[in-house]
């Protein structure tokens, strides 16, 4: 596709569920970022992943949170016992190099927890 | 640890005025990034610019520009004769380079009247 996709836009779920957020970057980019942006906030970092491997993870706020990128395309986000707390929007992001080329942001999913 | 601050948190204006949003930023990194991303209400973040902590030239395109100071850490950010289409939540972000992990600051809610 031409940009980046994001799949659910919207996703409510029930609290102590689990959820799977996928990003689709665009082609031939390597480097993947998730972020999450809360309700009158900026995004905040979570993980990078470079190619197939997370580059840096130490944005992920608990081990309820886990992401993969297997064949370093498609990106899954995964949030095990969701928490009233988790709700906002999850947002990916793809750059051509991990060397400060600019990001393309998709239009994110909005996940809530009832 | 880096930091970003936009002071400002909401701005509105008529058609046709001019108007600046401020971008502070902390770090002893001397080398660095930073940038600004526009978010209209569709949700997505779209890149406006990315300028490198060694080039202090100002840059204009078209009704944008963009005002760098080293000497106060400033990166602020004017859009002249704003037209509707810009009212958007506008937001300032910093990178140290090693992996474009971006910092962000909490955003600018800009709102041009008719």
């Known amino acids: 596709g031409a940009g980046v996709s994001q799949t659910p836009s919207n996703k409510v779920t029930e609290k102590g569920k689990y959820v799977e957020l996928r990003c689709d970057p665009i082609?031939?980019?390597?480097?993947l970022y998730w972020y999450r942006q809360s309700l009158g906030q900026g995004p905040e970092f979570l993980i990078y992943?470079?190619?197939?491997?997370?580059?840096?993870d130490s944005g992920l706020p608990n081990d309820r949170f886990f992401a993969v990128r297997p064949e370093g395309s498609v990106s899954t986000l995964k949030i095990q016992r969701t928490e009233r707390g988790d709700s906002a929007v999850y947002l990916c992001?793809?750059?051509?190099?991990?060397?400060?080329?600019?990001?393309?942001f998709g239009q994110g999913t909005r996940l809530t927890v009832v | 640890a880096q930091k970003v601050t936009q002071a400002q948190t909401e701005i509105s204006v008529v058609e046709k005025e001019d108007v600046t949003l401020d971008c502070v930023y902390e770090?002893?990194?001397?080398?660095?990034?930073l940038f600004w991303y526009k978010q209209p209400p569709s949700g997505e973040l779209v890149f406006l610019i990315r300028?490198?902590?060694?080039?202090?030239q100002n840059e204009i395109s078209g009704r944008y520009s963009w005002n760098f100071q080293k000497s106060t850490s400033s990166f602020n950010f004017t859009i002249t004769a704003s037209q509707v289409v810009d009212s958007a939540v506008y937001f300032c972000?910093?990178?140290?380079?090693?992996?474009?992990?971006?910092?962000f600051g909490k955003g600018i809610t800009l709102s041009v009247r008719p």
């Open positions: 992001a793809s750059s051509l190099s991990p060397f400060v080329a600019e990001a393309f």
């Open positions: 082609s031939g980019h390597t480097a």
């Open positions: 992943f470079q190619g197939t491997g997370a580059a840096d």
């Open positions: 770090t002893r990194d001397t080398t660095y990034y």
């Open positions: 300028r490198n902590s060694f080039d202090e």
């Open positions: 972000a910093f990178t140290t380079g090693a992996n474009s992990k971006l910092t």
